[in-house]
């Protein structure tokens, strides 16, 4: 085996990449200007850049670049569309529709949005982690004003009915919210398709700089409202003040223009990988279960054409991988298997010692959910990469079971 250790773990973050450090480092040094600077060449270099990269995260997403609001990452970007929103609308309703297996940060804010006098509905999940567009609407009342449902789930990579539940939400009048953290880079997201009047991104969830991220604002059909969360300068069309993260942002916008134009060999590429390590398992190992979606075959996938068709069909993200492992504990395996980065659950809330909320709304006992991992398929993994943790898995797994005092540890 050549290089360890294996990260595996490209759902809490990607490394950076180096043609995306090349398109940052002109702004960490030489051109340095605010991009509010509008008085000399310095700015103007700055507030050009920060366009380009407004324009190539819009064209990802199927945006309008004015629709492109820059923010220092997702939770920013989710705390600044929902608590936006509710306040923007309150006159209008205090109602707000959400669902258990969105990530904390979502369950977080309409928490703290309900102290502040909204009525939060959360709705249960289907056992394979999506939300049922019809129970959606079964839960709009009069006093609805914003909906949020994430598009593909951060732990078992379950792909929500996005669409429909847009089609929901506008025939109602409603305004619609979605995670796209996840999404960005795996499957083809289109805001107009999905329907979606705000989305939310991180751009170190696709090989981009830590500490910046983006939300998209429809501004026509509707035009959405937002109060600001932040006061000072009234940079970002007055919805997010603060001085622009240049580099941050150029490195956003180079890592969505990489996205765009590698979209296609990187999704076979995830996929292709994802279905060898699950093969290696599952032929390899009785008594474990796979959480979320199915997992589809290389052979049906390719009968829808291209990539692009094929990201509309799947109902779980090409690079994900959640498995239970009955008799362990995974934090014992993951202690095994040092030489290999992986997860029991998000990387958010991997301090807390409960089990995974994802995998309690799906029915998951506590058991079999502290006995899980999840793996994340990235670009740079290989073949032998993964042919080498399924080998080790095997023999962990196996090992830690033959070990009676395991299975009853606590």
């Not at 603060?242 to 590698?262: D, Q, Y």
Request: charge should be neutral; charged fraction near 25%; include cysteine.
């Amino acid at each position: 085996m050549g290089h360890l250790p294996i990260y595996l773990d490209h759902h809490a973050t990607t490394p950076l990449d180096k043609r995306v450090l090349d398109a940052m480092m002109p702004y960490l040094t030489d051109r340095f200007g605010n991009a509010a600077s509008l008085n000399h060449v310095f700015g103007w270099q700055a507030e050009e850049a920060v366009e380009l990269a407004r324009a190539d995260v819009a064209e990802l997403i199927g945006a309008d670049k004015k629709e492109i609001i820059f923010t220092g990452g997702a939770t920013e970007s989710i705390n600044l569309a929902l608590k936006g929103v509710a306040e923007a609308y309150a006159s209008k309703g205090n109602h707000i529709i959400t669902n258990a297996a969105e990530h904390r940060c979502v369950l977080d804010s309409c928490k703290h949005l309900e102290k502040s006098g909204f009525e939060i509905t959360v709705l249960p999940v289907r056992n394979d982690g999506t939300v049922d567009p019809e129970q959606v609407r079964s839960a709009i009342t009069d006093r609805t004003i914003l909906i949020s449902v994430m598009m593909a789930n951060n732990e078992i990579g379950s792909i929500s009915p996005i669409q429909k539940i847009g089609e929901v939400a506008r025939e109602k009048n409603i305004l619609f919210h979605s995670d796209i953290v996840q999404a960005v880079g795996k499957i083809r997201v289109d805001v107009n398709e999905l329907n979606l009047d705000l989305a939310s991104i991180s751009a170190h969830k696709f090989y981009g700089p830590k500490g910046v991220g983006a939300l998209f604002v429809r501004q026509k059909n509707p035009r959405v409202k937002l109060v600001a969360q932040m006061d000072g300068g009234g940079h970002e069309k007055e919805m997010r003040s603060g001085t622009l993260n240049v580099p941050g942002i150029v490195g956003l916008g180079k890592a969505a223009l990489l996205c765009k134009s590698e979209f296609d060999s990187n999704f076979w590429h995830y996929f292709n990988l994802r279905n060898k390590l699950y093969e290696a398992v599952v032929t390899q190992l009785d008594s474990i279960h796979v959480n979320g979606p199915e997992i589809e075959t290389l052979e049906a996938l390719r009968k829808a054409g291209t990539a692009n068709e094929a990201s509309k069909r799947i109902k779980r993200l090409p690079n994900n991988l959640n498995i239970s492992f009955e008799q362990t504990k995974s934090e014992s395996i993951m202690i095994a298997m040092k030489e290999v980065a992986m997860s029991s659950g998000s990387a958010c809330t991997s301090a807390l010692p409960e089990p995974s909320h994802v995998l309690r709304a799906i029915g998951i006992s506590d058991e079999l959910a502290k006995a899980s991992l999840r793996f994340g398929i990235g670009r740079t993994n290989t073949l032998e990469e993964i042919e080498f943790v399924g080998r080790r898995l095997v023999d962990v797994v196996t090992k830690l079971r033959s070990e009676p005092q395991h299975v009853h540890s606590s």
